[in-house]
């Protein structure tokens, strides 16, 4: 089993519609991370939680560290929003050192 | 906001050849570099995290005399792919990290490269 889990690996919407991405995960992480990749493979960090909620224009993100579960919401969504959404989550390593663990990503497509 | 480049963007090889991939870290100095792969349709897998003046720091997995990675600076860490082989064809990325304030406390933050597309003939 993955460490960090994510749902759906699919997404086809239509415009306008209200988008939720899920990830779950099994390990004890300092925060957790939110990630857009674009289809050329540049990657685009959108959020970083460790507790509560954060809003970013149409985007946002929530995380339960007691439940180890965050959702990335879209709101109005937008066909520019197609990309592969990635959730990552930081864990100590090696001492002060931090690593991600990325989860499998979601891909999500909104048709016009 | 902090942006890392990475050079080449792609780059085509001969079996056998070596290649380097560069990561800047344009606007901020980076206190740890760490280097991904993406296998088509996977998610990312980190191969090494690296420390500038130090040796690098491999996964499970990853062979450091075929991935050398060189930390020369604080805005700069290359991997070289030695003697590349087919099934080293892939996307490498690279990320920079930096030690962010918000006024109530400091965190590390990683900045992503836009990747580099290597195929190895």
């Known amino acids: 089993k993955n460490e960090v889990e994510q749902s759906p690996q699919n997404l086809t919407a239509q415009e306008g519609e209200f988008i939720t991405i899920n990830c779950s995960y099994s390990v004890g992480i300092s925060a957790l991370h939110w990630l857009q990749q674009h289809p050329g493979g540049g990657i685009v960090s959108l959020f970083m939680?460790?507790?509560g909620k954060k809003k970013h224009g149409r985007l946002i993100a929530t995380i339960n560290i007691q439940e180890k579960h965050s959702s990335l919401h879209i709101t109005a969504s937008h066909p520019r929003d197609s990309a592969v959404y990635i959730c990552a989550v930081r864990v100590r390593y090696g001492g002060a050192t931090n690593k991600l663990i990325f989860g499998t990503g979601t891909l999500l497509a909104v048709q016009p | 906001g902090a942006v890392v480049s990475q050079h080449p963007s792609w780059v085509i090889c001969k079996s056998g050849t070596s290649v380097k991939i560069e990561c800047r870290s344009l606007?901020?100095?980076?206190?740890?570099m760490f280097w991904y792969r993406q296998f088509p349709k996977q998610s990312l897998m980190l191969m090494a995290t690296s420390n500038e003046g130090s040796k690098a720091t491999y996964e499970q997995g990853v062979e450091k005399d075929k991935f050398l990675i060189n930390h020369a600076s604080l805005t700069l860490s290359t991997l070289t792919v030695t003697s590349a082989h087919p099934e080293d064809s892939s996307f490498y990325i690279c990320?920079?990290?930096?030690?962010?304030?918000?006024?109530?406390?400091?965190?590390?933050?990683?900045?992503f490269g836009p990747g580099t597309r290597l195929t190895v003939l």
């Open positions: 939680l460790s507790s």
């Open positions: 606007d901020f100095q980076a206190t740890t």
């Open positions: 990320s920079a990290s930096t030690l962010l304030a918000d006024g109530r406390s400091s965190y590390n933050e990683q900045f």
